[in-house]
């Protein structure tokens, strides 16, 4: 219980801290750290006793990894002062809205193809006992383009809020555009990812448009872990699974601590075992060599608890270099986000990519959802070809500043 408190102070002192630096209570460093520790928090109750207590090297590993998101975060802040977005004046193209209607189609195309394969079957519907989602098949190539589907959601959503002008049929499209990605998320493909995906980058643009308070967001916050839990509870209906009988009497709660707890606890046995390190393959080689079905036979130790495979961010950090692994891989991806979240502020191109990466912030107790896999990365490239064709006229904020702005025109 005193580790417990622990992480939770730490948790809520460093999102304290990086907010405080902002304004900004979606900070990305300041949402990853939070969730982080306070995950680590949760996943030192060890309900049931059924875990066993940490390796004093998973304690530093964990805290290596908060320090250096908690460095760039630092680093990242202080040049731009308090500020969170300008007001941007923002001008969407005609090659953009054309480019966001291609992907959709091909996108809800895609999706069809495997719903079919799937015998047309609405998951949420499906009596069978284990989880629901494990029966869907996903079909090599197309997958590419199902996975692309919650982020057009957020590109008609971007649309509704910046475009200018808008006439009917465009709030038309748009609308019917998100109400079928939610759709097919929560009622055919049954993903909790899928819709943290729309719900967090829906939250970025709201926010980015009318600015969220921190009152507000913890409503949100509520509100969000009560309909994952839901989910939860739905997909996994097999009453004897690991979830449901592993801690005993506590059989409601047991759910909510175990998909955090066993991340970690996969994290600490590989730490246990002392795994001998793969260099550079897990993290970087593998995801690229998938895609060609290449396979070096580099042998890659995934420790998990039946269908609970989760086994945090850095997971495959340690497993490449050690801890000097988690340092160098964290700071540099967490160097790509600073400068995503700093040009986000005066430039419309890279708020779309980071309301892409909200999953991917906010989860990092979960998984690694910036590189960890090819192809759920690969909506990344999409949205950023969107940026790429899209036409921003910025215009000097309230909250932003001459210089970053007239270098940016320049």
């Given at each position: 219980?005193?580790?417990?408190?622990?992480?939770?102070?730490?948790?809520?002192?460093?999102?304290?801290?990086?907010?405080?630096?902002?304004?900004?209570?979606?900070?990305?460093?300041?949402?990853?750290?939070?969730?982080?520790?306070?995950?680590?928090?949760?996943?030192?109750?060890?309900?049931?006793?059924?875990?066993?207590?940490?390796?004093?090297?998973?304690?530093?590993?964990?805290?290596?990894?908060?320090?250096?998101?908690?460095?760039?975060?630092?680093?990242?802040?202080?040049?731009?002062?308090?500020?969170y977005y300008s007001n941007l004046e923002i001008k969407i193209n005609n090659k953009f809205i054309i480019a966001s209607r291609v992907i959709f189609l091909v996108s809800f195309i895609c999706a069809l193809i495997e719903w079919q394969s799937n015998g047309f079957v609405i998951t949420i519907f499906n009596s069978s006992t284990a989880d629901l989602k494990g029966d869907m098949i996903a079909l090599s190539g197309i997958h590419y383009g199902t996975v692309c589907l919650p982020y057009c959601a957020l590109v008609s959503l971007y649309e509704i809020y910046?475009?200018?002008?808008k006439k009917k049929s465009t709030w038309i499209y748009n609308i019917s555009v998100i109400a079928s990605c939610v759709f097919y998320s929560l009622f055919i493909e049954l993903s909790r990812g899928s819709m943290l995906i729309i719900i967090l980058g829906g939250i970025l643009l709201t926010h980015s448009r009318f600015r969220i308070k921190f009152s507000k967001l913890v409503r949100y916050a509520l509100i969000l872990t009560l309909l994952m839990v839901i989910l939860m509870m739905i997909r996994i209906q097999n009453r004897d699974s690991f979830i449901y009988t592993a801690t005993g009497t506590y059989e409601w709660w047991s759910p909510i601590y175990l998909y955090v707890a066993t991340c970690f606890d996969n994290l600490n046995t590989l730490i246990k075992n002392g795994t001998p390190m793969t260099l550079c393959y897990a993290t970087v080689l593998k995801p690229i060599l998938d895609v060609f079905n290449i396979d070096l036979n580099i042998p890659i130790i995934e420790y998990n608890y039946s269908f609970f495979n989760a086994r945090t961010m850095i997971y495959s950090f340690y497993h490449d270099l050690g801890i000097i692994g988690v340092i160098i891989y964290s700071f540099?991806?967490?160097?790509?986000?600073?400068?995503?979240?700093?040009?986000?502020?005066?430039?419309?191109?890279?708020?779309?990519?980071?309301?892409?990466?909200?999953?991917?912030?906010?989860?990092?107790?979960?998984?690694?959802?910036?590189?960890?896999?090819?192809?759920?990365?690969?909506?990344?490239?999409?949205?950023?070809?969107?940026?790429?064709?899209?036409?921003?006229?910025?215009?000097?904020?309230?909250?932003?500043?001459?210089?970053?702005v007239k270098c940016l025109q320049k």
């Open positions: 219980m005193l580790l417990c408190m622990l992480y939770m102070i730490e948790a809520v002192f460093f999102y304290w801290l990086l907010y405080k630096s902002t304004n900004d209570v979606l900070n990305p460093f300041a949402i990853s750290l939070g969730a982080w520790l306070g995950a680590a928090g949760i996943s030192q109750l060890n309900i049931g006793g059924i875990l066993p207590d940490w390796e004093l090297m998973t304690h530093i590993t964990v805290q290596a990894f908060a320090l250096t998101v908690l460095l760039i975060g630092s680093r990242g802040n202080k040049p731009s002062g308090k500020y910046f475009r200018k002008n540099i991806i967490y160097m790509v986000v600073s400068r995503i979240y700093r040009r986000a502020k005066y430039d419309s191109r890279y708020l779309l990519l980071l309301a892409a990466l909200q999953k991917s912030i906010y989860m990092v107790f979960f998984g690694n959802y910036f590189t960890g896999v090819f192809c759920p990365s690969f909506p990344f490239i999409v949205i950023w070809f969107l940026g790429i064709i899209s036409q921003t006229n910025i215009v000097i904020g309230r909250y932003g500043r001459a210089k970053s």
